[in-house]
């Protein structure tokens, strides 16, 4: 029933309209986006075509013998359009095995997209993969969401640190300084977690250059100096905290906290929701529980991102 082909880079027009009028995809599934690191994965996203039309895309890389929604991602999964149905999506995932068999897979790592994402409901993989491919739960990584529409008051200790950054006279803009907030970022993850961000300074200003309304920078200053920075990723539901990071001094005086609340209760605050991101330690399931407590104190409450494993 259906073609199944992988991706090529003469696709990559094919490839981006799907994604722009798709029901659960953003500009992560952009292939502008997901080729930055083309050299760290071995691309292995596929196509899938019904009577000719392109029906759905899976971003995904190989490693060894394993097909894997793409590691460079932060989510993943089958991406839709709203002329998807569950009978032919557990057709298609019945098809998928059968192909992963014929080219050499033993197994299947799948990120879902989160339900927060979704621009109408878009499940359908959800339940083809638990009907067709027995998948097991393997990670469940703990994310933290606020829903604009029912929003929580900010904890006594966010909003005290408010009012410091208001009564030190902070300010805060958009920026271009990519590289002084960078130094602030890779200055307290050295010192704090001996890592480095995911992303170099030079991917961030490339990706950046090529999605500069969904790559945002804000920055809290005093003075010349940037006391602390947000770089936000903006889709058509959901606004994401992807990295945020302050100064000695600027945790001092709520350089994060008066950032959030000019994206979330001003700039951005139409938007359905505001994600802050996951909090898990390193590449495990264990919480980092301050980070939560933080998160919490502006409001946010838990959604899971999860990942299932299976043999086709």
């Known amino acids: 029933m259906f073609d199944i082909v992988r991706y090529t880079s003469n696709k ?21 986006y997901m080729d930055y690191h083309s050299d760290r994965f071995e691309d292995y996203s596929l196509m899938f075509y019904l009577r000719g039309r392109l029906y759905a895309l899976l971003p995904a890389n190989k490693k060894e013998d394993r097909l894997q929604s793409h590691m460079g991602l932060t989510y993943g999964g089958l991406v839709m359009d709203a002329k998807t149905t569950a009978a032919l999506t557990v057709s298609l995932f019945n098809e998928l095995n059968d192909y992963l068999r ?30 067709t491919c027995n998948a097991r739960l393997v990670s469940r990584d703990l994310g933290t969401v606020i829903i604009q529409r029912n929003t929580i008051r900010w904890e006594r200790v966010r909003r005290r640190a408010l009012k410091r950054a208001e009564e030190a006279g902070l300010v805060v ?10 130094h602030v970022l890779e200055n307290n993850l050295e010192t704090k977690y001996g890592s480095k961000p995911v992303h170099t300074l030079q991917e961030m200003e490339l990706l950046h250059s090529r999605f500069p309304d969904n790559i945002v920078l804000y920055v809290s200053k005093k003075g010349d100096e940037i006391l602390a920075g947000i770089v936000i990723y903006v889709s058509s539901q959901v606004v994401r905290a992807q990295y945020s990071s302050a100064t000695p001094l600027g945790k001092q005086l709520g350089a994060i906290d008066v950032i959030y609340d000019r994206i979330i209760n001003h700039d951005y605050s139409g938007f359905p929701y505001f994600e802050f991101g996951t909090s898990a330690v390193g590449h495990t399931n264990v919480i980092n529980e301050s980070l939560v407590f933080q998160k919490e104190g502006f409001g946010g409450r838990c959604i899971c991102f999860d990942q299932y494993e299976w043999e086709p």
């Open 12 to 32: 990559a027009d094919e490839w981006n309209a799907f994604v722009a009028q798709s029901k659960n995809g953003t500009f992560l599934f952009d292939r502008h």
């Open 102 to 131: 014929q080219h050499g897979f033993s197994k299947v790592l799948y990120k879902c997209v989160p339900w927060i994402y979704h621009q109408m409901a878009s499940e359908e993989d959800l339940y083809a993969m638990s009907r």
């Open 173 to 182: 803009e958009k920026s271009e300084d990519y590289a002084g907030f960078w």
